[in-house]
């Protein structure tokens, strides 16, 4: 199974690409839902937390803490 340890400014990679051809958001919002960021265009979308999991493929790149 995909890791689901995420947090705020992580960059995630999806399952599908988004349709400018990137398949690598941010994470910019965190709660019941989270809104991601596409690297690609900057088109953000704000997807429920387990639709989210189930959507996410692996995360790229741990924010700094």
Known sequence: MA???????????MKKPHPCGENRWRIIRMGA???I??????????LPRRRFE???KRVV???ET
Do not use: F, P, W
């Not at 890791?3 to 990679?13: A, F, I, P, T």
């Open 61 to 63: 790149e741990r924010a």
């Open 54 to 56: 189930t959507k996410m």
């Open 37 to 46: 960021k596409c690297l690609g265009c900057d088109h953000s979308t704000l």
């Open 33 to 35: 839902d989270i809104r």
């Open 3 to 13: 890791d689901k340890n995420y947090q705020m400014n992580d960059v995630v990679e």
